[in-house]
């Protein structure tokens, strides 16, 4: 309240022109205070006229009147200014160069408060009043202020534009109407913007039912987060659960087999020492007895020999050294023999399991499959590089450029025996395993009797031998096409597919293993799909590559 009383009394003691605080305050014949240099400038202008007149009620001097000095006005100013009373704030009531100015306020215009379509003017609270109080202009339309006003006036007429012109799409007046767009689909603005509005009530509603229908989407996607968070943690926390347990069993066993060594060594060191005991004892026993002899050997009288020699005690029964079989000394090794056993048959079925775990892990997916990439920059966001494994590589296959190209040679190259390696047929497989959405491209080489197979395949397919269950497309582990110089094949367990459309020199594949997707497509300014597989994978997989007759194959740099 102090605050709206402080701003009142800034209100009556500022000039109506400059809207500061009065300086020089002087005072005309209708009793309205200005700054006697407003007033004198406002006056000067109107010159010309002949006439003066008050800016605040209008009223008209023949003659210029004389200003005088208000005394009291001016102290009581002064007595303002000294106890903190200052000019309004410019941007409390002023319109700044951004703002939209009253177009009826003299001197420092006020901010505009509304903008009137009828009148095509803007004005201040002070201003605005007739158009809240007076019945003819409470039906003007008031709108927020607007400094494009008289965009609503005709260029060529000079009038309102209240009409719009559909043929051309554009706001005309009525003048406008019936002369250069008389043959025209004219309406009313209002009843175009009905329209219009009636159009962009339904867009809104589009756009709110796919709101909600995203923001339905976006729970189900949280929720889905929260569900893999938490499953994931759950199985991590059994997995560690059971691998303790595991580790537990494998610690309760080790203790058990310590044990029973221990105790086995206990009872068999006991028997030996039991022996031991005995053996010492009969020692000193023999020892005595030979003792007694060497003495009656020694005894020189005949009669007393003779007498002495009935009284000797006979001998105890022997336990001799040659009744005591001591086995080689094998037993406990036989039991390292049995845990290393142990040991390896875990290793394996570790290893077995090891691929199985990892690809359940990898299938959890709980989005849709992506649509296939179209253009071949779409397909280079998912580029895979692919360097071949010399360990895979049969004999008559030579690598080079860095792992990645290959040729079939007819001498065979001095490679060591290696279990991963291709004995009868000339194919080599990739050091990377292929998970996830992978794509890559090989250049072939092939003549008339040349032959290359670009292949995917699981990393378990069989090396040795010269049977169909080695050969890429010949088994349900593998997936192969086949180019030679007059046609394409594509090939999985045995069954040929024919592929149609031309030949090509560089061959894409692109694999989305969690969907299941094999592509193989002709690579040229546009891609050309030659064969699509839909199916499951179980494994990770490996890319391949046959080389036969000579024929070349390299995995291409897309990077």
């Known amino acids: 309240m102090a605050q709206r009383e402080f701003r009142l009394d800034q209100e009556r003691f500022c000039c109506s022109i400059c809207l500061d605080l009065l300086k020089d305050p002087v005072t005309t014949g209708c009793g309205h205070s200005y700054c006697k240099s407003c007033i004198n400038t406002h006056w000067d202008n109107g010159e010309e006229r002949g006439s003066y007149s008050c800016p605040q009620c209008r009223q008209t001097f023949t003659l210029r009147p004389v200003l005088g000095k208000n005394t009291m006005l001016a102290a009581l100013v002064e007595e303002l200014k000294k106890t903190g009373l200052q ?42 009043q007739p158009h809240l109080q007076s019945a ?80 339905k989407d976006l729970k189900l996607l949280q929720q889905e987060e929260k569900d893999v968070n938490g499953s994931a943690d759950k199985a991590v926390e059994d997995s560690e ?103 390896g048959r875990l290793q394996d079925i570790l290893s077995e399991t090891e691929t199985e775990i990892l690809q359940i892990v990898s299938q959890v997916d709980v989005l849709l499959p992506q649509p296939e990439p179209e253009t071949r920059a779409d397909f280079l966001k998912y580029s895979q590089e692919i360097t071949l494994d010399p360990n895979t590589a049969n004999k008559h296959l030579r690598l080079s450029e860095g792992n990645r190209k290959v040729t079939c040679m007819r001498k065979k190259q001095s490679y060591s025996n290696h279990p991963d390696r291709f004995t009868g047929w000339p194919q080599v497989l990739s050091r ?84 299941g997707v094999l592509s193989f497509y002709r690579v040229s300014d546009t891609m050309t799909l030659l064969h699509r597989v839909h199916t499951t994978f179980t494994q990770p997989l490996h890319a391949g590559v046959g080389v036969y007759n000579g024929s070349t194959a390299e995995f291409c740099k897309l990077k």
Not at 102 to 108: A, F, L, P, Q, Y
Not at 489 to 513: A, C, E, K, W
Request: charged letters at 30%.
């Open 87 to 128: 000019a309004a704030p410019a941007d409390h009531c002023c319109a700044g160069p951004e703002d939209v100015a009253c177009d009826v306020c003299t001197g420092r215009k006020l901010k505009a408060l509304k903008s009137c379509l009828v009148c095509l003017a803007s004005y201040c609270e002070k201003h605005l």
């Open 136 to 215: 003819p202009l409470k039906k003007h339309k008031l709108v927020e202020p607007s400094e494009k006003l008289q965009e609503n006036i005709c260029s060529h007429h000079d009038e309102v534009m209240k009409m719009f012109c559909r043929t051309d799409q554009q706001c005309i007046c009525y003048l406008c109407s019936v002369e250069d767009h008389k043959d025209h689909d004219t309406v009313s603005a209002a009843a175009e913007r009905t329209e219009r509005q009636r159009e962009l009530s339904l867009r809104r509603q589009t756009i709110q039912q796919r709101v909600q229908d995203t923001e």
């Open 241 to 343: 659960e059971i691998f303790t347990e595991l580790i537990r069993l494998l610690e309760k066993r080790s203790s058990d087999v310590k044990q029973q060594i221990r105790s086995q060594q206990e009872t068999e060191v006991s028997r030996v020492r039991e022996l031991q005991e005995r053996l010492e004892q009969e020692i000193t026993e023999l020892k005595r007895k030979d003792h007694e002899l060497q003495q009656l050997l020694d005894t020189e009288d005949h009669n007393q020999f003779l007498y002495n020699y009935p009284s000797l005690s006979p001998l105890s029964e022997s336990t001799h050294s040659s009744s005591i079989r001591i086995r080689p000394l094998r037993n406990f090794e036989d039991v390292k023999a049995a845990v290393s056993q142990v040991r």
């Open 432 to 515: 990377e395993n292929l998970n996830g959405r992978c794509y890559w491209e090989v250049e072939v080489k092939v003549g008339i009797r040349e032959v290359v197979g670009v292949a995917v395949t699981y990393k378990n397919i069989s090396r040795a031998g010269r049977s169909g269950e080695c050969v890429f497309g010949y088994n349900d582990k593998s997936w192969s096409l086949y180019c030679d110089g007059n046609s394409n094949n594509f090939h999985y367990n045995s069954i040929m597919t024919p592929v149609s459309g031309p030949q090509s020199s560089r061959v894409g594949v692109y694999l989305d293993h969690s969907a």
